[in-house]
């Protein structure tokens, strides 16, 4: 029904910040299923906004004292910018959020305008965690931009009729209750 990603080098928890994420896993999320559609692999992207000292491990600051010579302030200054959110953008497409351990204001602002929701969760959150979670609000709601992108996936379906889509059967089965917690 909608598709999240999710910035993660296991595969198991959002443990990545999403502009330096190598890895983005992409799951299909229905009420009480989601199944794995693609992993995207990136080239690994040097931090240089704010957060780049952030540890996502233990969620402190640490700040490093980068003690550099005029030269290579110089040939730092001389290099275009590189562009590693370009390329997520493009592997995003058709994504209605994506969940990471930190995403810089740029990022988020770039993400917002191709119609992706940024959610920035604690580090260690289980990807599983997380579906259950979307699972849950699309059978009972309670998480707007899950309304609304819902809502979106049903409009597209309407106008765009197309061969249902197959589970494969190789994914995982959420919850759609609170009483499935217990």
């Given at each position: 029904?909608?598709?999240?990603?999710?910035?993660?080098?296991d595969?198991v928890n959002?443990?990545?910040?999403?502009?330096a994420?190598d890895?983005?896993?992409?799951?299909?999320?229905s009420?009480?299923y989601?199944?794995?559609?693609?992993?995207?692999?990136?080239?690994?992207?040097?931090?240089k906004?704010?957060n780049?000292?952030?540890?996502?491990?233990?969620?402190?600051?640490?700040?490093?004292?980068?003690?550099?010579?005029?030269?290579e302030?110089?040939?730092?200054?001389?290099?275009?910018?590189?562009?590693?959110?370009i390329?997520?953008l493009?592997?995003?497409?058709?994504?209605?959020?994506i969940y990471?351990?930190?995403?810089?204001?740029s990022?988020?602002?770039?993400?917002i305008?191709?119609?992706?929701?940024?959610?920035?969760?604690?580090?260690?959150?289980?990807?599983?965690?997380l579906?259950?979670?979307?699972?849950?609000?699309l059978?009972?709601?309670?998480?707007?931009?899950?309304?609304?992108?819902?809502a979106?996936?049903?409009?597209?379906?309407a106008?765009?009729?197309?061969?249902?889509?197959?589970?494969?059967g190789?994914?995982?089965?959420?919850?759609t209750?609170?009483?499935?917690?217990?």
């Amino acid at each position: 029904m909608i598709k999240v990603a999710f910035a993660s080098n296991d595969r198991v928890n959002v443990n990545l910040h999403f502009g330096a994420a190598d890895t983005l896993v992409v799951y299909d999320i229905s009420p009480g299923y989601a199944e794995l559609l693609g992993v995207g692999e990136f080239v690994q992207a040097n931090m240089k906004g704010e957060n780049r000292f952030k540890s996502l491990s233990d969620g402190q600051t640490n700040i490093i004292d980068l003690q550099l010579s005029a030269e290579e302030l110089e040939r730092l200054a001389a290099k275009p910018p590189e562009d590693k959110v370009i390329a997520k953008l493009k592997f995003l497409e058709g994504c209605s959020a994506i969940y990471a351990a930190s995403i810089g204001t740029s990022s988020i602002k770039r993400l917002i305008m191709a119609g992706i929701q940024p959610i920035i969760v604690g580090t260690g959150q289980t990807i599983e965690d997380l579906l259950n979670e979307v699972s849950l609000a699309l059978h009972c709601g309670g998480l707007s931009w899950v309304e609304r992108a819902k809502a979106k996936a049903e409009r597209s379906a309407a106008q765009n009729p197309a061969a249902p889509h197959t589970p494969s059967g190789n994914g995982l089965r959420l919850i759609t209750s609170i009483e499935e917690l217990e």
